[in-house]
Every structure is written in C-alpha cells, then in structure tokens.
C-alpha cells in the first residue's frame, strides 16, 4: 500500500518520549530543524528511528556501541516532534527499548520518501 502524502505535523505538547512523544530538554527546541534517520541492525533485523544534528556522528556512535555498523536507510530533514510522532505511530511494532520490528509504517514511509526524490534511501534487509 502506498501513501500519497505523509503528514508529521501533529502537536506533541507535554508528552515523555516513552510514550513515543517528545518533551524537549531545557535548551533544547523540538522544532529545531536536523535530520531524522532510520537504521537497520543488520544481524537482527531491527529496525530504530531517531533524530541527530550530526548523522555521521551518530552511525558511529552505534557502531561503537554495537560493535558492527548499522544499514542506514533513511535520512531526511525533520524534528523532534516529528521522530516522536514516528515513533508514537510505530508503538506496536516494539521489540526492545527503541527498536522496533520490519513494519508497514516504515514502508510507507520510504515508498514516501522515493517519491519525494531526493532522500537517501535504501531497501531495508528481511528475514
């Protein structure tokens, strides 16, 4: 099934980042432009969105700690509001922590994204 349009504009007022909402830490603006990612743990097949001002930084950051490099997928120009609201519609498809099983969320979201044209996109791996 594919999306025409892909609507992340929903107000996340107040709500904690367990819940898949994102309340800003001090400082912090969740309508500050950075980049939205997706990853792939590629033993596991697990799927993580989360937002970065760096992307390079953040791949090694997960390599790192993973000890192997993760399949980055997506990456796109977005917010904090807009990764929480990812994050809130995938809630079902948790496994662990903020990983998440292969879903038709992200499916539809990048079969949006190549529409779009000029994200970096790639297949995700499947079972």
Do not use: C
């Not at 090694?60 to 509001?81: C, E, K, R, W």
């Not at 496994?95 to 879903?103: A, E, G, P, S, Y």
């Amino acid at each position: 099934m594919r999306i025409k349009s892909f609507n992340l504009t929903k107000s996340v007022n107040n709500r904690n980042k367990k819940d898949g909402n994102y309340k800003p830490k001090s400082g912090e603006r969740k309508d500050q432009i950075g980049y939205i990612y997706i990853i792939q743990n590629p033993y596991t097949k697990l799927i993580k969105v989360g937002y970065t001002d760096n992307i390079n930084r953040r791949m090694m950051q997960y390599a790192s700690h993973a000890g192997h490099y993760m399949t980055l997928l997506a990456v796109f120009d977005g917010t904090m509001a807009q990764e929480a609201e990812i994050i809130a519609m995938m809630k079902p498809y948790r496994q662990l922590f903020d990983w998440f099983t292969l879903n038709p969320i992200i499916y539809k979201i990048l079969d949006f994204l190549k529409d779009y044209g000029d994200q970096f996109i790639r297949e995700p791996l499947k079972d």
